[in-house]
């Protein structure tokens, strides 16, 4: 055998080995789509047409709601693995040793939103289904909200907020379609039992967050309506959102208490 030949059969024996250590996680397959890029790997290709039509439909319940469209493009990335969701959020949020918990499927900031790829719920985390096609579709609205909301506010990826997380939770939820029926009557439910948090700040904490944090948001959009809704997008702590609606903590409390017991109109469920 020839030098050359050999050292070419060398080359891509090696090249051979190389390619097939590299982590299929890092070969994106990226593809533009109306208002975004979608990144996804080989893993998920045969659901990537299924996928689509939920962030079509997500994307336009929330420029429904803000009767607008996304200020700019974003990426949206599929991760075929709970290893690949934490590489992500381990590099963007600085955390080298950080570890999702099992119900952590997605986030999403004002320039991309990372989702575990769906089909794969219900191996790789805990209080998700995929097939619950409702639940799904909410959640990925729940992202994009938070991607246009993060577009508009001055802290793009919501790391400098004070204040407003049961803003920014409670209208991902509202907005989505999470604060069901189910949810409404959880929350009147624990109001007659006085379980309620004493402050705004605490509501998105616990097992009724989602009811909670969402409830707050859909009392003000009926009392304030929604263009008000969108003129606090903006802000990142809670005393410029209070001053703008001219209003104080205790006065939302205790509107959303009075209200929420009666029968509020289910917006979105
Ligand atoms: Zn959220």
Same mark, same amino acid.
């Given at each position: 055998? @020839?030098?050359?030949?050999?050292?070419?059969?060398?080359?891509? =024996?090696?090249? +051979?080995? $190389?390619?097939?250590?590299?982590? !299929? *996680?890092? @070969?994106?397959?990226?593809?533009?789509?109306?208002?975004?890029? =979608?990144?996804? +790997?080989? $893993?998920?290709?045969?659901?990537? !047409? *299924?996928? @689509?039509?939920?962030?079509?439909?997500?994307?336009?319940?929330?420029?429904?709601?803000?009767?607008?469209?996304?200020?700019?493009?974003?990426?949206?990335?599929?991760?075929?693995?709970?290893?690949?969701?934490?590489?992500?959020?381990?590099?963007?949020?600085?955390?080298?040793?950080?570890?999702?918990?099992?119900?952590?499927?997605?986030?999403?900031?004002?320039?991309?939103?990372?989702?575990?790829?769906?089909?794969?719920?219900?191996?790789?985390?805990?209080?998700?289904?995929?097939?619950?096609?409702?639940?799904?579709?909410?959640?990925?609205?729940?992202?994009?909200?938070?991607?246009?909301?993060?577009?508009?506010?001055?802290?793009?990826?919501?790391?400098?907020?004070?204040?407003?997380?049961?803003?920014?939770?409670?209208?991902?939820?509202?907005?989505?379609?999470?604060?069901?029926?189910?949810?409404?009557?959880?929350?009147?439910?624990?109001?007659?039992?006085?379980?309620?948090?004493?402050?705004?700040?605490?509501?998105?904490?616990?097992?009724?967050?989602?009811?909670?944090?969402?409830?707050?948001?859909?009392?003000?959009?009926?009392?304030?309506?929604?263009?008000?809704?969108?003129?606090?997008?903006?802000?990142?702590?809670?005393?410029?959102?209070?001053?703008?609606?001219?209003?104080?903590?205790?006065?939302?409390?205790?509107?959303?208490?009075?209200?929420?017991?009666?029968?509020?109109?289910?917006?979105?469920?």
């Amino acid at each position: 055998m @020839k030098k050359q030949t050999l050292f070419l059969l060398l080359t891509v =024996l090696l090249s +051979t080995i $190389l390619f097939g250590w590299t982590n !299929v *996680e890092d @070969k994106w397959i990226v593809e533009k789509q109306n208002g975004y890029s =979608l990144y996804y +790997t080989t $893993l998920d290709k045969q659901d990537i !047409v *299924e996928y @689509k039509a939920y962030f079509v439909a997500g994307k336009k319940t929330v420029e429904d709601f803000f009767q607008n469209s996304f200020k700019n493009d974003f990426s949206i990335y599929i991760h075929p693995s709970r290893s690949s969701l934490d590489s992500a959020w381990q590099k963007d949020w600085n955390m080298p040793d950080f570890k999702s918990q099992c119900w952590m499927v997605a986030s999403g900031v004002s320039n991309k939103l990372d989702i575990i790829s769906p089909k794969k719920w219900d191996s790789l985390a805990c209080e998700h289904s995929y097939s619950d096609s409702i639940k799904t579709l909410r959640l990925i609205t729940h992202e994009l909200v938070h991607v246009y909301h993060g577009q508009q506010n001055k802290s793009p990826d919501f790391s400098d907020v004070t204040g407003i997380d049961w803003f920014v939770e409670g209208l991902a939820v509202y907005a989505s379609g999470q604060c069901d029926s189910v949810r409404i009557s959880e929350v009147k439910k624990a109001i007659s039992e006085n379980r309620i948090p004493e402050t705004l700040d605490k509501f998105w904490t616990g097992n009724l967050k989602y009811g909670l944090s969402g409830t707050v948001v859909l009392y003000l959009d009926k009392k304030f309506g929604r263009e008000q809704i969108i003129s606090l997008l903006n802000f990142n702590n809670i005393e410029e959102l209070l001053n703008t609606l001219n209003t104080t903590e205790f006065e939302i409390m205790n509107g959303w208490r009075d209200t929420s017991v009666q029968n509020v109109e289910i917006k979105k469920g």
